[in-house]
């Protein structure tokens, strides 16, 4: 079951909430929002949900065109950053809820909601109301009530952003386990980088109402199709740098430079934009980290198991992230090491020309 | 400024607490000093914004004592005090400029003009608000709004100390980078005590020079980022801090040496000695943990990406064990064998490290 847009915009009078955008998602795995607030993931949300109406454009539906269905008649579950449940109602009741809507027989609707709760870890607590639980139990039940209905399409937005640090990790690793056997689209809204990469499947990065590029997640992480892609998918944000190409070298500084090595003794000679992860900048050198640079110390973040080094180097500020402890004197001048080899070069129109 | 004492806090919000689960803080010593940088990190409902609570004055603690050095303000009301607090969210007033809004608690406070605007400028600048400095603050974005809050909070310099209720928790991540690294410098700047508090131990442990750990109610460990990653003193901490968490087996000793699965894990350290009848676990972080030619016999379960590195999920004799592989090394596919670092392995005793 697979859900397409086809040309499908968004306008608010004046303003535009999203533009054409043509987006086949798929029925393997989670499809991710990549955004920041604003983006527009929550727009594009609702109109797959029909809860809005698209500008123009049609979408579709397992081969039907939907574009003028109600959300009522689409068999669509959607869970929000805010968990919303009845409060006057039990954790039974509230997950309960969807099934009564559609008629379900009392003695399966006990048997859905049972196996929903067990799966979710909600058994000892069917009983309470949504006000005497915590907020990963609150959660929780609002996403049991997404589930029990056997929703063709779910919609999450954000739905681990309200949660512990802890509690996030433990949901956002068992959520793509409870979706695994359904034959379900299910899309996912997060603006954080990490929790897509982890969360895997297919991710759209997208940026002032577009999607900048659509893909396997890990696949688009390694190959950003352009800068504003890379920008988006990218936490701590990823370094830039204009650096010019001449003959066998490409060189950011006078000092900074380095071989262009056989994948791009193609380029043309001219000036590149370089991007590079902080993960690419290292406190010391290894096989392929190897372009010393240097910078004076602006911040250090020293968590226990990695470093932060925020440093100074031209007019530009830069962020190097390691594991271990690198620990530098704020203000002093640092060495630091470049892996040349995972860089990435965009052209003069800003899109990927070699990685 | 001054140093702050906690000394033996107690609190309970309930009248005449009985048993153990009426404290909502079960016992609480700190000793912090003049201009450092703390966090308070746990969990919701750890006791965390109680603590805050009992420091700003919003609260009486029910045993013990509050010192501002040798100052003690257990009984003061907060505006005798005189602390600064940002919150969660934003506290600016729409109809003001940004700059009155930096005023504001100067002027409250019947600071000189001119002190006021040298402050005002100063502080504009620390945090780049220079260029809208005379608009209004309706216009501006949450973390606009959010960095004036910051600057409320650091504009006076004769604070005892600048208190962080999870501010940064409103803020997308690319922007958290940006305001968490300005506070660090901030801090390095201003050099008032300041304490952060948050769930959140990615921003715990950058920021603060010190971390207190907090879990049902009291302090489970006190130490630097580097000591609570290395040397978790509770399976709690090792467990809340590092993602994912530090991997906890049970285990059994013979001889001394713990034993996991049948198979002797070494330590660094001598035979290990146990209270009789205590339950043992074995404590080692997933960056500690290493693919090995010989060793403990595992199955791979799932490789997540997470860019600079995988984490990959194994099962030893029944229970998970996760390490960490870095981006661009290779992976087993099914049976491996993984060695545990001995330096960075330990024992625990009932949930308390004994070796």
């Known amino acids: ?355 | 400024m001054s140093e702050i004492v906690l000394k033996d806090l107690r609190h309970s919000y309930v009248p005449a607490p009985k048993d153990d689960a009426d404290w909502a803080l079960k016992q609480v010593d700190v000793r912090w000093s003049d201009g450092g940088a703390y966090a308070l990190l746990g969990p919701s409902g750890c006791g965390k914004t109680t603590l805050l609570n009992i420091i700003s004055g919003l609260l009486t603690p029910t045993e013990g004592q509050v010192f501002f050095g040798t100052r003690d303000v257990t009984h003061e009301p907060p505006e005798q005090r005189n602390i600064a607090q940002v919150f969660q969210f934003p506290v600016v007033y729409d109809t003001m400029t940004v700059y009155d809004n930096l005023a504001f608690p100067l002027r409250n406070r019947g600071v000189p003009a001119a002190d006021v605007d040298a402050q005002v400028r100063q502080i504009a600048e620390m945090l780049d608000l220079e260029d809208g400095l005379f608009k209004r603050a309706a216009g501006l974005t949450a973390d606009g709004k959010q960095k004036i809050s910051l600057g409320r909070g650091l504009v006076r310099s004769d604070v005892n100390v600048i208190m962080f209720d999870e501010p940064l928790t409103v803020i997308d991540p690319h922007l958290k980078w940006q305001l968490r690294s300005k506070l660090k410098e901030l801090h390095h700047e201003v050099g008032s005590t300041m304490i952060y508090v948050t769930h959140d131990q990615t921003e715990a442990l950058t920021f603060a020079d010190q971390v207190v750990v907090m879990y049902e109610g009291t302090v489970v460990q006190i130490g630097t980022p580097v000591e609570l990653f290395e040397r978790p003193k509770h399976t709690f901490v090792g467990h809340f801090i590092g993602s994912p968490g530090m991997n906890v087996l049970p285990c059994q000793l013979e001889g001394g040496v713990p034993q996991v699965g049948g198979q002797p894990v070494p330590l660094g350290n001598g035979p290990v000695e146990a209270p009789a009848g205590a339950r043992l676990e074995l404590g080692v972080r997933p960056e500690f943990v290493t693919f090995a030619d010989e060793g403990l016999p595992v199955q791979v379960v799932k490789v997540s990406d997470a860019g600079r590195h995988s984490i990959v999920e194994t099962r030893l004799a029944g229970n998970r064990v996760m390490l960490l592989v870095r981006e661009g090394e290779s992976l087993p596919s099914e049976s491996a064998r993984l060695s545990f670092d001995p330096a960075h392995t330990q024992v625990y005793a009932d949930g308390w490290m004994i070796a």
């Open chain 1, 1 to 355: 079951m697979s859900l397409e847009l086809k040309s499908v915009s968004k306008r608010v009078g004046a303003e535009t909430h999203i533009h054409a955008t043509d987006l086949t998602l798929k029925d393997d795995g989670f499809n991710i929002l990549l955004g920041t607030t604003l983006s527009g993931k929550t727009t594009l949300m609702q109109l797959m949900a029909g809860l809005e109406r698209p500008t123009s454009g049609e979408i579709w539906f397992d081969g039907k065109n939907v574009t003028r269905v109600p959300t009522q008649k689409r068999n669509v579950s959607m869970v929000h950053q805010q968990f919303i449940n009845y409060p006057n109602l039990s954790v039974f009741e509230n997950i309960a809820s969807p099934l009564k809507v559609a008629g379900v027989a009392r003695d399966e609707i006990a048997k859905r909601v049972d196996r929903v709760a067990e799966l979710l870890k909600l058994g000892p607590l069917l009983k309470r109301r949504p006000g005497a639980l915590s907020g990963g139990q609150q959660q929780r039940t609002a996403l049991a009530r997404a589930l029990v209905k056997d929703a063709d399409l779910i919609l999450l937005d954000e739905p681990l952003a309200n949660l512990d640090f802890k509690l996030r990790e433990e949901l956002r690793d068992e959520l793509p386990r409870l979706f695994a056997d359904r034959s379900c689209t299910v899309v996912y809204a997060t603006t954080e980088p990490s929790e897509a990469l982890l969360l895997g499947g297919h991710t759209a990065t997208l940026h002032e109402g577009r999607i900048t590029q659509f893909g396997e997640t890990g696949k688009i992480y390694r190959h950003p199709a352009d800068l504003l892609s890379a920008k988006v998918f990218s936490d701590p944000p990823i370094n830039t740098a204009e650096v010019v190409k001449a003959g066998d070298r490409f060189s950011l500084s006078q000092e900074v430079s380095w071989p262009a090595g056989p994948k791009l003794a193609g380029l043309a000679d001219g000036p590149y934009t370089v991007g590079i992860r902080p993960h690419h900048i290292l406190p010391s050198p290894n096989d392929t980290a190897r372009i010393p640079i240097r910078g004076k110390v602006l911040v250090t973040e020293l968590s226990g198991s990695e470093s932060v080094i925020h440093f100074a180097m031209g007019k530009a500020t830069w962020v190097s992230q390691s594991h271990g402890i690198h620990a530098f004197e704020i203000g002093a001048e640092a060495e630091l090491f470049m892996d040349a080899e995972r860089f990435f070069y965009f052209g003069a129109d800003e899109s990927l020309v070699a990685a």
